[in-house]
């Protein structure tokens, strides 16, 4: 009877096995240490699956917390984790029922891989808001092959088809990595709040969010005022489309655009002064968050009543929005700034991160993994 167990238990791991694939990936295995190479479970696809050789991934700022597990509140880390949720590559093999992508494909991955589809908000379209959503990576897995879901600094990744896009065959692929984050993270309010022609929208921050504000904002049509804390940013920020730069610490310069704001996309993680910015906006005007800073930010509740002004918060968009996004960028040529970086340079590239030492996003070439 144990003979037929063990025998039974060693069918069942051979079968897991064979439902398995390996690659290389580099990862973080406790908060304080380095992200090394390794390599990393991926299942083989099923019939709704799309495999997808991964060429550039992007380096979100929220790679670094999650490696660091400085989210706690918002989800406590697994190790070994891999992060990566800004993915461009080429579709190398497809499920059965898959008819949407065929092997050879530029391709793109954002934050989700996965949503329960029956949700109120998943029936919307709004995929990033559903209760049940499985993130690129840092979420259970559900289809067992490791603890969490894996990110895109690897080779390759495998995506129920749903959650895949398509990417614009004319734009620099390494410079639309980013667009999957900071991208949509800055398109969808833009849209959601009716960001159009003769609109006068604000950019707080110039950084990885913020440059992709500035551009989307001047492409819908905007008057885009930039404002920052930097009077060495003013000639990026003309450059990027903004069509006047306020320094934020000059009160002069501020109170010139008091009650002038039809929107404002603030992008600061870091703390500061809301209420400078409330008191910008017309009546009915309303102010996204974007960035997260640590601490809450007080607001003064009379700046918002009397203009009947609006404080919200804004994640990244849906899938459909996603891809409404990418097609837009194909459009009017829209990428992010970016330095392209081999992966063996990630460790030093998120120490540049923490003092801002780039412009604007950094780009991982994945060809140096598989040369590694």
Known sequence: MQKLERQRSGTAVQDEEQTRKHTKAYSATSARS?????????????DQDVEIEILYCGICHSDLHYARNEWQEFMQTVYPCVPGHEIVGRVTEVGSAVRKFKAGDLVGVGCLVDSDGTCPNCKEGLEQFCPNGTLTYGSPDKHGTAPVTYGGYSESIVVDQRFVLRIPPNLDLAAVAPLLCAGITTYSPLRHWGVTKGKKVGIVGLGGLGHMGVKFARAFGAHVVVFTTSASKEEDALRLGAHEV??????????????????????????????????????????????????????????????????????????AETQEMLDFCGEHDITADVEVIPIQQVNQAYERMTRSDVKYRFSIDMASLRSD
């Open 246 to 319: 306020v320094l934020s610490r000059n009160l002069d310069e501020m109170k010139q655009h008091a009650g002038s704001f039809d929107f404002i996309l603030d992008c600061v993680a870091a703390e500061h002064d809301i209420n400078a910015y409330i008191s910008l906006l017309v009546r009915d005007g309303n102010i996204t968050m974007v960035g997260a800073p640590e601490k809450p930010l007080p607001v003064a509740a009379f700046s918002l009543i009397m203009g009947r002004r609006s404080f919200s918060g804004s994640p990244i968009g849906g899938i």
């Open 34 to 46: 380095p992200l090394g190479a390794t390599t990393i479970p991926r299942r083989e696809p099923t």
